[in-house]
């Protein structure tokens, strides 16, 4: 399995981006997946992540404003990202799990290349 992440780019607070996850050599529909994001100087964290059926969970800071889904025909998870604040400025990174969704960027054994998300304030 591999994935590809795209999507980010520079944006002006309060602005919008949706992420994109294409996955190869899998399908979507089977994987916990996951979005995480790490910043210059600290660690990778939480942002999204999505199992089967569509069971989502989001990190608090992210509630209300990002959105995750996917879409199995495309075999592509999303992150949309509303409202975004320079605070969200970070290299997003998709990653896969067997099984259920989890927290922890350590369950995840597969990663994508991250794309760069910048948020101008």
């Known amino acids: 399995v591999q994935l590809q992440a795209s999507g980010g780019g520079l944006v002006q607070a309060g602005d919008s981006l949706r992420l994109s996850c294409a996955v190869s050599?899998?399908?979507?529909?089977?994987?916990?997946m996951g979005w995480f994001r790490q910043a210059p100087g600290k660690e990778r964290e939480f942002v999204a992540a999505?199992?089967?059926?569509?069971?989502?969970s989001y990190a608090d800071s992210m509630k209300g404003r990002f959105v995750i889904s996917r879409d199995i025909a495309k075999n592509t998870m999303f992150l949309q990202m509303n409202s975004l604040k320079p605070e969200d400025t970070a290299v997003y990174y998709c990653?896969?799990?067997?099984?259920?969704?989890?927290?922890?960027?350590?369950?995840?054994?597969?990663w994508g290349q991250g794309t760069q998300v910048t948020v101008s304030s």
């Open positions: 990653a896969v799990k067997g099984g259920t969704y989890s927290y922890s960027a350590q369950d995840y054994k597969i």
């Open positions: 050599g899998g399908t979507v529909a089977v994987y916990g």
């Open positions: 999505i199992d089967w059926p569509s069971r989502t």
